[in-house]
């Protein structure tokens, strides 16, 4: 390859020529978190990205050799094709452009697919095996709602009836999902939640703005 680059597992993964045709779909379970990345992102990192990943010098081979296009400053493509649709998006996004510092009330927060506490990671890797994708929020909120629903339906028994679910269900205090959310039901509450936080769009990510949710 030249240029004096030592060879690393991820500078191979980075060196193997891509099109969105072929790469937005599944990846391996093994994946390790720059390819889980890069099929998230769409095949589009920032150099910040991409540096946690791979050397400067290699980050700076793959744009000479022509393997990564720079698209935007600072952002790249690992591929040297049009960009897509979504992948336009992207840019825009970790470009700070159309949505950085945007803000948003969200009664529960986003797991990213690099999150590395233990049962988030498992559910993505089952997800993106079973789907060729990585989750997306809706993906999350409703592996929760499943998960509550299976709950109740196994507090409610054998002979269910519409009275036994809806009683399981508001016997549901305090139950926590994966992804860190906290919900509790009861005769008058059917709204599992009346807190939100507050976050907001840094580096093309929705993070919180506090810790905690707000009540409301």
Request: aromatic letters at 6%; a negative charge; glycine letters at 6%.
């Given at each position: 390859m030249g240029h004096g680059v030592r060879r690393t597992p991820a500078r191979e993964l980075a060196e193997r020529r891509s099109t969105p045709e072929t790469t937005f779909g599944g990846?391996?379970?093994?994946?390790?978190e720059l390819r889980r990345l890069l099929s998230w992102q769409h095949n589009v990192?920032?150099?910040?990205?991409?540096?946690?990943?791979?050397?400067?010098?290699t980050v700076?081979?793959?744009?000479?050799?022509?393997?990564?296009?720079?698209?935007?400053?600072?952002?790249?493509?690992?591929?040297?094709?049009?960009?897509a649709a979504d992948q336009r998006l992207w840019v825009a996004s970790l470009a700070g452009g159309a949505t950085e510092g945007t803000f948003c009330m969200t009664p529960a927060l986003y797991a990213y697919p690099?999150?590395?506490?233990?049962?988030?990671?498992d559910f993505a890797k089952r997800y993106q095996a079973r789907y060729g994708r990585a989750p997306n929020f809706h993906g999350e909120v409703g592996y929760t709602a499943a998960s509550v629903v299976l709950l109740a339906l196994d507090r409610a028994g054998r002979d269910l009836t519409t009275d036994s679910f809806i009683?399981?269900?508001?016997?549901?205090?305090?139950?926590?999902?994966i992804f860190g959310s906290v919900l509790s039901?009861?005769?008058?509450?059917?709204?599992?939640?009346?807190?939100?936080?507050?976050?907001?769009?840094?580096?093309?990510?929705?993070?919180?703005?506090?810790d905690n949710a707000l009540n409301y």
């Open positions: 990846v391996p379970e093994d994946a390790d990192i920032t150099l910040q990205q991409a540096v946690a990943h791979l050397s400067r010098g700076r081979h793959m744009v000479d050799s022509g393997r990564w296009r720079q698209v935007h400053a600072g952002i790249f493509s690992t591929h040297t094709g049009p960009l690099d999150d590395p506490r233990p049962a988030v990671e009683k399981a269900m508001e016997s549901i205090h305090d139950y926590k999902d039901f009861g005769p008058e509450q059917h709204h599992a939640s009346t807190s939100s936080f507050l976050t907001v769009v840094k580096n093309g990510r929705w993070v919180p703005v506090v």
